[in-house]
C-alpha cells in the first residue's frame, strides 16, 4: 500500500541481552529532521489502539512485547491491509497521513508499543482524525 512501510529488524544478541536500531535518520525521508515524539503506548488483551488517521503526521509503530493485528486503509483509495506484529519478531511499520490504522492486542497478555510521531502532539491542533471503519 502506499504510504505504508515495513523494515525488518535486525536484532544483535550476546549473553548481555539485545540491542535494535528502529528508525535511523535516513528513515525520516525528510529534509527537515526536527525531531517528533517517541512513546509507549499499551493495550490490554482484546483491546484496540488507534481508530484514527492523520493528515500531516507520519508515525511509525513497533511492538517490543506482545502480540497485535495491525489494520490500516487507505483514506484516498480505501485499500486496506491487515497484518500481524509480535514483539519476537520485531518489525517497525510506517503509517503516512491519511492512513488510517489501528492496533489490537491478539495475544494472552499486554501488548507494549513503542511509537515515533515526526511532529509532537498539540492539544490545540491535535491532527488526529478518529474514525470507526
Known sequence: MKGL????????????????????REDLESE????????LTTAKKNETKGK?????????FCVIEGIAQFRV????TDEEEKFVLDGKNMKVVKVSPFIWHSIENI??????ILVYV??????EDPDTFKEDL
Open 32 to 39: 527537515d529532521l526536527e525531531f517528533g515524539q517517541i512513546a
Open 107 to 112: 495475544g494472552d497478555r499486554d501488548l507494549y
Open 73 to 76: 486503509v487507505d483514506k484516498n
Open 5 to 24: 512501510k515495513i523494515k525488518s529488524l535486525v536484532v544483535k544478541k550476546d549473553e548481555r541481552g539485545s540491542f535494535v536500531e528502529l528508525i535511523r
Open 118 to 123: 515526526d511532529e509532537p502532539f498539540n492539544l
Open 52 to 60: 484514527h488517521y492523520h493528515k500531516r503526521k507520519t508515525e511509525w
